[in-house]
Each structure stands twice: as structure tokens, then as C-alpha cells.
């Protein structure tokens, strides 16, 4: 379904290969169709921590600055291909730090705190400020 509850036609829904991003307001309901969709289906699913009002601001709409949050062309933007709520004035959205609007994977953070408990080189940097590698917890 899209945001006007329509069916979204064929080819619209889950395709394999695709992964499924379960969220909601608050990520508790999410959890009810990612186990289902996970546990029982056995299909890819992620829990979008940021839940349904940071999914909301992924969107090439603009924010109180004036700027778009993604540009047109990112493969980020939630406002394409999935249930989305716009801000009902851009002057309810405030500016968003992104990074890299273009980004293969989202992470970034995880990969790094698996390569620091794993003592190899690169792992630790993401909040650390170190770098340093290794794990001084053994």
C-alpha cells in the first residue's frame, strides 16, 4: 500500500532481493511485522530505529532554510516508494545533517564497532575520536 492505502500494482510490493524496513511511530508495532515478516516469512527485514518521524524527513521536501533535505535523485528518499506524512509547513522541519545523500549502506557506525571488537585496524573511530583499533576489553 502507498499512503492513500491503494494497492501499489504489480512489481510495487516486496520483490526478492529487496529488503523490508519495518517502522512506525515509535518502533514498538514495527517489531509486530518485522517478527512476522523475519521469523515466519524468513525475508530480510531492518527496524528503522529512527522510527516514522525521522522516515519522514528523508524526503526531497524542503526544510525552514529553505533547502531540500535529500536532492531528487538520492536513494534514500522515503517520500518514492513507502507510506510517508509530510510536515504540514517546511517551517515545522528543521534542517537535517546528511552526510552523504548518496550512500551505499547506512553502516557506517556498525561496521566500525565491529571492527573494534574484533581488535583489527579502522575499528573504533565512529564516537570514539581514538582510531586506535583494538579492544581494550579483551
Known amino acids: 500500500m502507498d ?6 500494482g504489480q512489481g510495487g510490493a516486496y520483490q526478492p532481493g529487496d529488503v523490508i524496513y519495518s517502522y512506525c511511530e515509535t ?3 514495527a517489531m509486530i ?12 527485514v531492518r527496524f528503522y530505529d529512527g522510527a516514522m518521524v525521522e522516515w ?3 524526503s526531497n521536501l524542503p526544510d525552514n532554510s529553505g533547502r531540500v533535505i535529500l536532492p531528487a535523485d538520492s536513494p534514500w528518499r522515503t517520500d ?4 510517508f506524512r509530510p510536515a504540514t509547513s517546511p517551517t515545522l522541519v528543521t534542517p537535517r545533517k546528511i552526510v552523504d545523500p548518496y550512500a551505499v549502506h547506512a553502516n557506517k557506525i556498525i561496521l566500525e564497532d565491529q571492527l ?7 575499528g573504533g573511530t565512529a ?4 582510531g586506535t ?4 576489553c579483551g
Not at 511485522?33 to 530480510?44: D, E, H, N, Q, R
Not at 573494534?116 to 579502522?122: S, V
Open 27 to 29: 518502533t514498538f508495532r
Open 133 to 136: 583499533g583494538g579492544n581494550p
Open 3 to 8: 499512503g492513500t492505502y491503494n494497492g501499489v
Open 127 to 130: 564516537g570514539t575520536g581514538t
Open 116 to 122: 573494534y571488537k574484533r581488535g583489527q585496524p579502522g
Open 56 to 58: 519522514n524527513s528523508l
Open 80 to 83: 518514492v516508494k513507502s507510506f
Open 33 to 44: 511485522t518485522g517478527f512476522a515478516s523475519a521469523g515466519i516469512l524468513g525475508l530480510p
